[in-house]
């Protein structure tokens, strides 16, 4: 772990330091809080990206599947009409 260096001073950090011994700057291991931040700020807004690119294209799936539905059912609405037109039936 030696070998690390402070960006400002210049002094050697020990290992496992929050602060600069030299000029008692932060040190951070790894990841910054705002780089984690940065980080997931993009992975919201890819998944909410692809989540309005995947209902643009449902929506107009689901209104022409629900109109076509519709079509059908009065299609096969009038087919059954016009198919007992010339009946005379009772029912109870
Ligand atoms: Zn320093």
């Known amino acids: 772990m030696s070998g690390h260096h402070c960006h400002r001073c ?3 950090l020990h290992p496992g ?3 600069c011994s ?6 951070v291991y790894g990841a910054t809080g705002a780089e ?12 909410l990206a692809s989540w309005c690119y995947l209902v ?5 799936a689901i209104v022409t599947g629900v ?3 519709l079509a059908a059912a009065g299609l096969f609405r009038l087919a059954a009409t016009r198919a007992r037109a ?6 109870y």
């Open 10 to 12: 210049g002094s050697s």
């Open 17 to 19: 330091a929050m602060k």
């Open 22 to 27: 030299g000029c008692m700057a932060g040190v």
């Open 36 to 47: 984690k931040n940065h980080a997931a700020k993009v992975g919201a807004a890819l998944m």
């Open 56 to 60: 643009s294209f449902s929506i107009p």
């Open 67 to 69: 109109a076509a539905t």
């Open 86 to 91: 010339g009946y005379v039936r009772t029912f």
